[in-house]
Nanobody, 111 residues
Framework: QVRLVESGGGLVQAGGSLRLSCLAS????????MGWYRRAPGKQRELVAI???????TYASAVAGRFTISRDGAKNMFYLQINSLKLEDTAVYYC?????WGTGTQVTVSS
């Protein structure tokens, strides 16, 4: 049974930073593809960042330069460093790995 658990969300002022973490359990080998998605209020879930097993990384244009995805394969952990937060970054953030999803962590940005 594969399980992904996010942590690190919270309430932060605009311009601040957060680091989201995702622990992947039940996976024998390292994830081939992992990433982060988000769903803002009233909107569909959208890609934030995704990282392939060969190191290729894709960021949504709205977050490029502010968000950084990274992984620790030995620990089956991956992260999303979020800097220069904007009000429009408010969303539930989901980690994703090889077709599996976490349950999400709320990020709320205040003015």
């Amino acid at each position: 049974q594969v399980r992904l658990v996010e942590s690190g969300g919270g309430l932060v002022q605009a311009g601040g930073s957060l680091r989201l973490s995702c622990l992947a359990s039940g996976i024998i080998s390292s994830l081939n593809e992992m990433g982060w998605y988000r769903r803002a209020p009233g909107k569909q879930r959208e890609l934030v960042a995704i990282k392939g097993s060969r190191g290729s990384t894709t960021y949504a244009s709205a977050v490029a330069g502010r968000f950084t995805i990274s992984r620790d394969g030995a620990k089956n952990m991956f992260y999303l460093q979020i800097n220069s937060l904007k009000l429009e970054d408010t969303a539930v953030y989901y980690c994703y790995g090889d077709g599996f999803w976490g349950t999400g962590t709320q990020v709320t940005v205040s003015s």
